[in-house]
């Protein structure tokens, strides 16, 4: 039998376990492939028996949502208080760069007439 | 319980607080579980579940729905902390109280009982002597009773790969248990020789 094979009975076999029955004849696991297999059937069938589902204690269960709800109204404030800082401070930084930039254009125009006034009071005729 | 699907109440998560609380109760047992039988006690699997929901709260705002169920990425979170955990645990050694309980004399019943109890407790303990990708894919199974294609969503593989993990993990078990079994036998025999001397 391939590996393939026996993962594919195997695999038939755990879907009958957990209640999809008819898998196993989907497939058309021969008898000899059953008995080959019993070891492992019996053995995934324990583990079925043993490993059952548990309950967290309702107590626990209650007080976490409890107390994760809380962080989560704590971090989303957090966060809206941080974008709304973000927001501000780009805001600033524009206002004062478009300020700088007014001064810097008016500084700019009244060296450019400076310049030129000095320019034509030298070349003015003297006498 | 709500109707609203994963992907909605994630997006309505980062800006309402309500909806990781839906997402918790949605989750919670089968985090629980999973924790529990990969720490074999109650009060690491409690302390274990709430780290595994701080972490995901605090990684929400970034997470990106690519289309994989969410409780992939919840059971990784929860397999790093386990993992975290069994290290630290490594270093300080500890026993886990549960276990105290299940071998204590006061429990014990007719013999049979006592035996089966024995058994049971093997089985488990071989369980967790596992890989942890072995232990999730029994979990996935034979807890939340996942179907190969559900299994192989959340683990991240094809269906294919998910059907000869199983084979391999069903022989690698039987293989300890014969082993275990072996040693047993062994152990019992050299305690006659030594009684017989």
Known sequence: MSEERVAEVLAAHAEELLGRPGAMQEIHVTKVERERLAPLFRLAERIQQDMQPVQPSADFVRSLGKELVGGAKRQIALTKRLRRAALIGAAAIGSILSIASVIGAIVFVIARLRARSQAQTAHAPTG | ?197
């Open chain 2, 1 to 197: 319980m709500c109707d609203e699907s994963d992907s909605a109440l994630i997006a309505r998560a980062k800006e309402d607080p309500e909806a990781f609380g839906l997402l918790y109760e949605r989750y919670v047992k089968s985090i629980y579980n999973y924790i529990y039988y990969r720490t074999s006690n109650h009060h690491d699997a409690e302390d274990l579940t709430a780290r595994t929901f701080y972490r995901a709260l605090k990684h929400i705002p970034r997470y990106v729905d690519r289309g994989a169920p969410f409780s992939a990425w919840l059971y990784r979170i929860a397999h790093n902390v386990v993992a975290n955990w069994h290290r630290d645990r490594n270093r300080r050694q500890m026993i886990a109280l549960d276990n105290l309980v299940l071998k204590s004399p006061h429990r014990e019943g007719p013999i049979a009982t006592v035996e089966k109890r024995e058994e049971h407790e093997q089985l488990l303990q071989a369980v967790r002597r596992l890989a942890p990708d072995r232990q999730q894919l029994l979990f996935l199974k034979f807890i939340e009773e996942m179907k190969n294609a559900e299994i192989a969503e959340v683990m991240g593989r094809t269906e294919g790969a998910i059907k000869s993990l199983y084979h391999r993990t069903l022989v690698a078990l039987r293989a300890d248990e014969e082993l275990i079994k072996a040693e047993m036998v062994d152990g019992r025999s050299s305690n006659r020789e030594a009684s017989d001397e």
